[in-house]
């Protein structure tokens, strides 16, 4: 994919011309349920998975810091829970049910107190016979395949803003269909809910989720992230190659952040954050804000590079580098400026020279060059220059103003 013309086209022409074919190319949205720009907030599962911990009091706790640590402030709205919120069987009349023991107040009461603090609230289903957890075949929490117009409307009664919707027991039905049952039924349950799609990018989604009937507002491109190295450099090496996909309120989504969990290092976890920034992913904080560290905090309070994900063009990242582990990646700005992660996947540090044209820069020109982990500005020539040590990622933002 790395090769083709339109990608090859898009590293070639000027700036001006790029901007010009995104903005009328792919108009925002109208629709206020599926945001122009990524969707940002919380998930608990990255932090808890199944375990008991994942209940109401640690889901009120988390809405408290989205306040208290300025997470609203740099952006955060959303604030979703995973999978094993839902009681082991449906209700008498065949409707969904929350775990009594994890959230005694019921979920409309938990949505409630998440929108009393100006935020958003987000459910989960998955579209097969029953969820993910527990980890065996067809033995887990009611899922949503044949009772989507149902499922909608107690999503919609509890006032859910946001589903995401996973794939596991999907019975082999057709990925297609069972997406767009539950994208009509969200549609006509009366509320405006976002949707997010989870089935791993199994059927290619980015040639399908972002149109009708589907329409979906992101769709997961890979597999589930862990929290190592490893995984994250995977995951990103599969989702950057998918820009040309992603346009205005429909975004590849290469699965939650790890920022916090302790699994790689503090430059790792900036990378990972850098990496997703500039893949205009959505950023969906996965650790437990409630005990989050300073180093961590910090990461993800990066307001420059939170401003890059959200910059209102809309336009995911372009990869115009990836030779012996060094990736340059460049994602054209709405103010005519250009945002640049340059990153060293390799276990040695490595000098790194980015020259204006292969950031797509007139030559010879005077630009401002904003270092967006140091909160720096140089004037230069549009090329960058730098020592990347193993694993960082370095970011700027470029521009005549
Ligand atoms: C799948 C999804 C994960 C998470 C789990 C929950 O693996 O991809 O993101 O939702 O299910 O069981």
């Given at each position: 994919m790395k090769n083709s013309i339109p990608s090859l086209l898009r590293a070639a022409v000027p700036f001006v011309f790029v901007a010009a074919i995104a903005a009328t190319a792919t108009p925002v949205r109208?629709?206020?349920?599926?945001?122009?720009?990524p969707q940002m907030g919380f998930n608990n599962w990255n932090s808890?998975?199944?375990?008991?911990?994942?209940?109401e009091a640690m889901i009120r706790g988390i809405a408290d810091k989205f306040i208290s640590l300025g997470l609203r402030d740099a952006g955060y709205r959303y604030v979703n829970i995973d999978d094993c919120?839902?009681?082991?069987q449906r209700d008498k009349d065949g409707h969904l049910q929350p775990n009594p023991k994890r959230f005694p107040d019921g979920i409309k009461a938990l949505a409630e107190y998440i929108h009393r603090h100006g935020l958003k609230f987000g459910l989960y289903s998955s579209a097969?016979?029953?969820?993910?957890?527990?980890?065996?075949?067809?033995?887990?929490?009611?899922?949503?395949l044949g009772h989507e117009k149902d499922d909608a409307a107690t999503f919609a009664s509890w006032d859910v803003d946001y589903l995401k919707y996973d794939n596991c027991n999907?019975?082999?039905?057709?990925a297609h269909k069972r997406y767009t049952a539950m994208a009509e039924a969200l549609r006509g349950s009366g509320r405006q809910i976002f949707f997010s799609m989870c089935e791993w990018g199994e059927n290619k989604p980015?040639?399908?989720?972002?149109?009708?009937?589907?329409?979906?507002?992101s769709w997961r491109t890979t597999g589930d992230i862990s929290d190592n190295y490893a995984s994250m450099l995977k995951i990103f090496k599969e989702n950057v190659?998918?820009?040309?996909?992603?346009s205005p309120g429909h975004w590849n989504d290469p699965d939650m952040l790890e920022v916090?969990?302790?699994?790689?290092t503090d430059l790792e976890y900036r990378s990972h954050f850098s990496l997703w920034s500039i893949m205009a992913a959505p950023l969906l904080i996965g650790t437990d804000l409630r005990t989050i560290k300073p180093d961590a905090l910090q990461i993800l309070l990066n307001k420059e590079v939170i401003a890059v994900d959200q910059d209102p063009l809309g336009v995911q990242g372009h990869q115009v580098r990836d030779t012996s582990g060094i990736h340059v990646i460049v994602k054209p700005l709405k103010d005519g400026s250009r945002a640049v992660a340059v990153f060293n996947e390799t276990d040695a540090a490595h000098d790194v020279t980015v020259t204006a044209s292969e950031l797509g820069l007139k030559a010879g020109q005077s630009y401002n060059v904003r270092?967006?982990?140091?909160h720096a500005q140089t004037k230069g020539d549009g090329s960058i220059k730098t020592e990347l040590a193993a694993h960082a990622t370095v970011m700027y933002r470029i521009g005549r103003r």
């Open positions: 109208a629709d206020a349920a599926t945001p122009a720009l808890t998975h199944c375990r008991d911990e994942f209940d919120w839902a009681n082991w097969g016979v029953s969820t993910c957890e527990p980890l065996q075949e067809n033995r887990g929490f009611p899922g949503g999907n019975q082999k039905v057709d980015w040639l399908w989720a972002g149109k009708p009937p589907v329409d979906a507002g190659v998918l820009d040309r996909y992603a916090g969990n302790g699994g790689m270092d967006l982990w140091a």
